[in-house]
């Protein structure tokens, strides 16, 4: 090991490559050790926050690049700070604030001391304001930095920590940016970086290619800041239409004791407002809601009052009560709240498929679509496997079809390469609307319901395979590609399918909700962008017309009005 006394005798000029490499077997582990738990508490605020952080990169120095440094910079080995780095990498500038914030809460929870950060090149006040705040909420003083200058132009923030190990100030470096800024980072240091003398050519080069990743850093932000107002859009209305009402757990309506002398009316009480709650979720008052909460309380307290200690060991009794407290809570807004409870019952009560599709729903709320997707997945195999064990049920197979709807749609807001599997599961729901049909005691406007959304993925599907040609198409190409001629004929059988279904609505006095008139429409639309046959464009004007004297009654009401009114738009400009 390397004696204190010599560390200190050793002069810059007198360290050699020998000293590097001592230096570097001496403290590589410990560098390794702090760069390994930074980068695993940032991962893991990714994975488990939903901090946007896209990809991180790691590297020790070796003992050679250590080695120069001392020469180059003229520094002793005590000096460096970077001889283990962290890069983190973000898609959006305006990521960058939130990692940042996440950085510092690592650092400020962690045996880990900021010594100091910089910022390069960021020059925007809302974001230094936001860069600063972040710093005073952790370390409680105030930092009024300025932003520093790089020549080379690129933007970055940058971190030296220490971590004590054995007392030894272990050093790391953390550098915070985009991804585009790191292709230039690298750039620069592929071509110039500790090569000397750079070329005139090369230099001006450079500030001219910063000034185009700034430009196209901001187009990236204007991008995003587009997808997030849409996305915002998408999430309010779900949101706002509500969730599905589940009073049949798993085949068992109540629990025994809620059939008690004193709790069965206070028990149907609270259904009729709950009911009434979920039936006006689009226009609900506070006091709706207030109503239905209070007669929970006065519900939860009388069982409470007759059975006392029994509510806690009666299993079923006790999953009732805290699963319609989550559902309010959910109805309420306080998701975060409502899916923790949830949560908790995860151990006793995993063979719930209620459970598992409530926490879908909640999922599905804040935007976390395959966390949605595995509740959904789960909540099918759950209620396959009471199925099985309990024999079918017309509760059974209501729920069935709606978690593969439910399915059905979550895979299409993944993307468009999950079309095949939204229409498997849509075809599925046919299967059990045709063997169940006694099951369903609506059924014609189950089924005209379903036909609506085999048109509507059909529909998706054949734009899909329409958006894969690029540039000009003639109808020679389009004659020739059977994959879209499939999905074009597979999209009119299933229009003439809701044309069908809607008209026996129509004989049977059934209401034809606006989301079908829409999705008619939204077919007649794109037949006519490819045909141009009059007929079409007078179909879709007349479906978008008919669509104000509907009702919605989608599952997700105010997304298929927002898509709905976009399809109205295209309809009407059509002249």
């Given at each position: 090991m390397e004696s204190d006394a010599s560390r200190e005798d050793r002069g810059v000029a007198s360290t050699?490559?020998?000293?590097?490499?001592?230096?570097?077997?001496?403290?590589?582990?410990?560098?390794?050790?702090?760069?390994?738990?930074?980068?695993?508490?940032?991962?893991?605020?990714?994975?488990?926050?939903?901090?946007?952080?896209?990809?991180?990169?790691?590297?020790?120095?070796?003992?050679?690049?250590?080695?120069?440094?001392?020469?180059?910079r003229g520094v002793s080995l005590d000096s460096i700070e970077d001889f283990s780095g962290l890069r983190i990498l973000c898609l959006f500038e305006e990521d960058i604030v939130k990692v940042h914030d996440a950085i510092l809460e690592i650092i400020s929870t962690t045996n880990i001391e900021l010594i100091k950060f910089k910022v390069y090149n960021f020059n925007e006040e809302w974001f230094l304001s936001d860069i600063r705040s972040s710093f005073e909420k952790y370390f409680k003083q105030k930092n009024d930095f300025k932003p520093a200058t790089k020549l080379s132009g690129y933007k970055s923030i940058h971190y030296?920590?220490?971590?004590?190990?054995?007392?030894?100030?272990?050093?790391?470096?953390?550098?915070?940016?985009?991804?585009?800024?790191?292709?230039?980072?690298?750039?620069?240091?592929a071509l110039s970086y500790k090569r000397g003398m750079i070329h005139p050519h090369i230099k001006k080069s450079f500030t001219l290619l910063a000034k185009d990743i700034?430009?196209?850093?901001?187009?990236?932000?204007?991008?995003?800041?587009?997808?997030?107002?849409e996305t915002s859009k998408d999430q309010y209305g779900i949101k706002k239409s509500g969730l599905k009402r589940y009073f049949q757990y798993e085949n068992e309506?109540?629990?025994?004791?809620?059939k008690a002398?004193?709790?069965?009316?206070?028990?149907?009480?609270?259904?009729?407002?709950?009911?009434?709650?979920?039936?006006?979720?689009?226009?609900?008052?506070?006091?709706?809601?207030?109503?239905?909460?209070?007669?929970?309380?006065?519900?939860?307290?009388?069982?409470?009052?007759?059975?006392?200690?029994?509510?806690?060991?009666?299993?079923?009794?006790?999953?009732?009560?805290?699963?319609?407290?989550?559902?309010?809570?959910?109805?309420?807004?306080?998701?975060?709240?409502?899916?923790?409870?949830?949560?908790?019952?995860?151990?006793?009560?995993?063979?719930?498929?209620?459970?598992?599709?409530?926490?879908?729903?909640i999922f599905l709320i804040k935007g976390s679509i395959p966390k949605a997707l595995r509740s959904f997945d789960r909540s099918e195999l759950m209620l396959k496997k009471a199925m099985s064990s309990q024999?079918?049920?017309?509760?059974?197979?209501?729920?069935?079809v709606w978690i593969k709807r439910k399915l059905a749609y979550t895979y299409w807001m993944l993307?468009?390469?999950?079309?095949?599997?939204?229409?498997?599961?849509?075809f599925d729901v046919e299967v059990l609307l045709k063997d169940k049909k006694l099951h369903f005691e609506n059924y014609q406007e189950e089924f005209s319901n379903h036909c609506n959304n085999v048109c509507w993925f059909m529909t998706e599907k054949w734009q899909l395979e329409r958006r894969r040609f690029s540039g000009d198409v003639t109808k020679d190409d389009i004659d020739k590609n059977e994959c879209y001629q499939a999905a074009r004929e597979d999209a009119k059988r299933a229009y003439e399918d809701l044309v069908a279904a809607m008209d026996q609505n129509k004989a049977k006095k059934i209401e034809i909700p606006s989301n079908l008139l829409d999705t008619a429409g939204y077919y007649c639309y794109c037949a006519y962008m490819e045909s141009r046959e009059p007929t079409y464009k007078e179909l879709a004007k007349k479906y978008a017309a008919d669509c104000d004297r509907g009702t919605n009654y989608a599952?997700?009401?105010?997304?298929?009005?927002?898509?709905?009114?976009?399809?109205?738009?295209?309809?009407?400009?059509l002249g």
């Open positions: 050699s490559y020998d000293d590097a490499e001592a230096y570097c077997k001496d403290h590589c582990d410990d560098w390794r050790t702090l760069l390994n738990k930074v980068e695993s508490a940032i991962i893991k605020a990714r994975d488990e926050k939903e901090v946007p952080v896209y990809s991180t990169k790691c590297r020790i120095k070796t003992p050679e690049s250590v080695y120069l440094k001392t020469k180059r030296i920590v220490h971590g004590n190990y054995n007392g030894y100030a272990c050093p790391l470096e953390i550098q915070l940016r985009t991804l585009l800024q790191d292709v230039w980072g690298e750039l620069e240091h700034e430009t196209s850093d901001i187009l990236m932000s204007h991008l995003k800041s587009i997808h997030n107002k309506i109540y629990p025994e004791p809620l002398d004193g709790v069965t009316g206070l028990c149907e009480a609270y259904v009729k407002k709950f009911s009434y709650l979920v039936k006006n979720k689009h226009s609900i008052e506070d006091l709706s809601f207030e109503e239905a909460q209070k007669s929970f309380d006065a519900l939860k307290d009388e069982i409470y009052r007759l059975f006392g200690a029994k509510v806690t060991t009666d299993r079923r009794l006790n999953y009732w009560l805290e699963m319609e407290e989550a559902l309010l809570l959910s109805m309420n807004n306080n998701y975060d709240e409502a899916l923790a409870k949830y949560e908790k019952l995860l151990p006793d009560h995993n063979e719930r498929y209620v459970l598992h599709f409530r926490i879908g729903e024999g079918d049920s017309s509760v059974f197979s209501q729920n069935l993307g468009e390469e999950y079309i095949n599997k939204s229409i498997e599961l849509t599952t997700l009401s105010l997304t298929s009005l927002s898509i709905q009114i976009n399809h109205i738009t295209d309809i009407m400009s």
